[in-house]
């Protein structure tokens, strides 16, 4: 994977809030009928097509794009330092989670490793975000702040569903 796709990737997950979406595409892994698809799905599909919506619609210049690029390179050993305990404590969570003689106290444990490792992530993500913030406009900006409460709405009613599916 190219250094430029993780830093877009990085900078949308910071941008957004720390948005969870996985690479799924439209007419993708969720299938042609997306009405037809659970909540989760919804959840995930909607988050997505949200996401490649700010990204339209904050029309970055190529004068931000590089400025926003070249922030990010900056603090490319930072990231990497940051992003790699959090996909090996996920693993281990994961083993834990899945092992033939699962127990709460080891699943406990790798759960608290990986918040802790999540938290030290999102103070670099939070250190980048605030560089990238004045690379961009107010307008910029405030549809940011629009995405993210849409995107907590969304998350909202998923979990209303789950609780009353009717």
Do not use: Y
Not at 54 to 79: A, D, M
């Amino acid at each position: 994977m190219k250094f430029g796709t993780i830093g877009v990737c990085l900078l949308a997950t910071a941008l957004a809030g720390g948005v969870g979406v996985s690479g799924l595409a439209a007419g993708g892994p969720l299938g042609d009928d997306v009405h037809a698809a659970g909540p989760l799905r919804m959840l995930v599909s909607g988050q997505f097509g949200r996401l490649l919506t700010l990204r339209s619609e904050l029309g970055i210049t190529t004068e931000q794009r590089e400025q926003i690029r070249g922030i990010v390179k900056s603090h490319r050993q930072e990231i990497a330092a940051a992003l790699k305990p959090v996909a090996d404590k996920r693993r281990a969570l994961r083993d834990a989670t899945l092992a033939e003689d699962a127990n709460q106290a080891a699943i406990r444990a790798a759960a608290d490793e990986l918040g802790k490792a999540i938290g030290d992530a999102a103070v670099v993500g939070s250190k980048v975000k605030a560089e990238v913030r004045d690379v961009l406009t107010p307008e910029q900006r405030e549809k940011i702040v629009e995405f993210r409460q849409q995107s907590e709405t969304a998350v909202d009613k998923f979990l209303d569903k789950l609780v009353d599916p009717t």
